[in-house]
């Protein structure tokens, strides 16, 4: 099976103290892939070499299994990209903004339809762009974004800043869409977020990865050696794994005192701060 996205020992610099460094990692056909990373970490930045806007310095990128200095507008109309910075017109509403893009790409007006239906902007498709809520203008990105049925979709942010209820709502779409076969590359500062909707991730910090793997993988690497346990009368107890937890242990469970037992395990927010000293 061919890599949607595969980077080897990539470099890039600006010739500032922040560089891309030796960054290697490949996204498989329908995963979601999560590049967390804090405010600079150089997550646009990589997503701006995956989509041409950034040219590498060395090491070697293949895009839908094709070197990217060999891809062509073709390659590129396989793939959505969602920024902060998508062209929609505000003057105009969501639903002629849209229909807009489909005449340019050649799609037919029925999958605007079909598109403003999944991003659930159908009842407000006349409302003009500049009227639109935070939530409402970034489902109307994504809408233009996975228009043409992109086989692999680029997220930067998708949630940021918006209230839960509209951040739940984007994430069954971005489900849904996986789901139908399209593969996510999506950048994050939201641990939780990540946690959810990825099967992997990767953490860059400063430019460099620092982990990677399923976010169960992770929080079993960084688990504490602790366990919890709450007995019958709701007493919470914290214990270090060992021989004397364990006949603990056995003695609540003879006793028919011990509720639950659950081992302690990091959220990611820990874990990067277990890597990197600082908070996300
Ligand atoms: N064109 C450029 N020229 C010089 N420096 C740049 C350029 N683009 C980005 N940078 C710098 O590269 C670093 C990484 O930026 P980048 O936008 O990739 O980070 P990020 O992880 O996406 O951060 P955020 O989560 O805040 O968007 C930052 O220090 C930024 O100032």
């Known amino acids: 099976m061919k890599e949607m996205i595969y980077l080897n020992e990539v470099c890039l610099d600006f010739g500032t103290s922040f560089s891309l460094d030796h960054l290697t990692f490949q996204v498989m056909p329908g995963e979601i892939f999560g590049f967390l990373g804090p405010s600079g970490a150089g997550k646009t930045t990589t997503m701006k070499l995956l989509t041409k806007q950034l040219h590498k310095k060395s090491g070697s ?85 996975v228009l043409h049925r992109p086989e692999l979709l680029f997220l930067d942010e998708p949630t940021s800043g918006l209230d839960p209820a509209t951040i739940q709502e984007i994430h ?72 004397e937890s364990a006949e603990f242990i056995g003695r609540l469970l003879s006793a028919d005192k011990c509720l639950t037992i659950h081992s302690i395990e990091p959220n990611l927010e820990e874990i990067f701060l277990q890597l990197t000293g600082r908070e996300f």
């Open 61 to 145: 990128i293949r895009i839908l299994g094709k070197d990217i200095e060999k891809a062509e507008r073709s390659d590129y109309d396989k793939i959505g990209i969602l920024t902060d910075t998508n062209g929609l017109y505000e003057r105009m509403s969501i639903e002629s903004n849209l229909k807009f893009f489909a005449e340019l790409k050649g799609i037919k007006e029925e999958d605007v339809t079909d598109v403003l239906r999944k991003v659930r902007l159908y009842d407000d498709r006349k409302t003009i762009l500049k009227k639109c809520s935070k939530g409402m203008r970034q489902r109307a990105l994504l809408a233009a974004a």
């Open 172 to 243: 069954k779409m971005l489900l849904d869409m996986n789901q139908n076969g399209t593969t996510i590359f999506l950048t994050t500062h939201n641990m939780e977020e990540a946690d959810k909707l990825c099967g992997r991730i990767c953490i860059l910090n400063q430019g460099k990865i620092i982990a990677s793997g399923s976010p169960e993988q992770l929080k079993l690497q960084f688990a504490q050696d602790k366990i919890e346990v709450m007995t019958t009368e709701k007493e919470k107890i914290v214990l270090t794994k060992g021989p």
